[in-house]
């Protein structure tokens, strides 16, 4: 039997699977990429006409600014990926968030971080690729140093300020404002439609921005 002869619905299905596991190695590289320094084998898992800052287009420009972002502040890093949700728009575009923790030699100091990336993905000629990398971060702090209280994100040389952990999903807010009585029962929502789990917690809200410091 050749794809020629299989039921469209079971086409679709299979190139869905393939997308899944297509977007979810794109990270694994990202990470592996990104720790070992190989620049061009990194800068080759984002679009060829990627945004870099406001005003620049392409990899080149991305490769300077990862090649120079890590070599004024990291003698090494380790990126650790967690759990990876996908979700498609359409059969070429898709959305994901991929938890992170990570590990980053910067001078004296050897800091551990907490952080999520909210990403954009497209497939171009019939291979996916990044669209956009949204870091959120919730932590970073020096090894030693639990990053207990506000401004958690902690790095050498600069003053602490608050991550964006938890700014993409309403819910963290509603959560600690809202308190249900002891004896009340609480109504639950319904549950999301196919494909729509993350943009359902999302509620609308826009994507935060990203600091730069």
Known sequence: MTSSSLPTDLL???????????????AGKYSLSLDMR?????????APDIRVGREKVGRAHLKAWVDSTLR????????????????FS???????????????????EWVIMQMLYWDDYERVDGEWFFRRRLP?????TD???PPIGERKMRWPGREPYQ??????????????????GKDELPEVAAP??????????????????????
């Not at 679709?12 to 794109?26: F, H, M």
């Not at 990291?74 to 979700?87: A, D, K, M, P, V």
């Not at 059969?91 to 980053?104: C, I, Q, R």
């Not at 999301?192 to 410091?213: C, H, K, N, S, Y």
């Open 12 to 26: 679709a299905r299979i190139d869905r699977l393939e997308s899944i596991d297509a977007i979810r190695q794109l």
């Open 38 to 46: 190989d620049i061009d084998a990194h800068v080759n898992l984002f």
């Open 72 to 87: 004024d502040q990291f003698s090494g890093t380790s990126h650790h990926l967690g759990q990876h949700i996908i979700e």
């Open 90 to 108: 359409d059969p070429d575009h898709a959305t994901g968030l991929v938890y992170s923790k990570n590990e980053h030699e910067t001078g004296p």
């Open 136 to 140: 959120c971060y919730w932590y970073a």
């Open 143 to 145: 090894l030693n140093k």
């Open 163 to 180: 991550g964006s952990f938890h700014d993409l999903f309403p819910s963290w807010k509603a959560f600690w404002a809202e308190r249900p």
């Open 192 to 213: 999301a439609p196919m494909e729509q789990f993350l943009a359902t917690m999302r509620r609308g809200a826009p994507d935060p921005r990203i600091r730069v410091r």
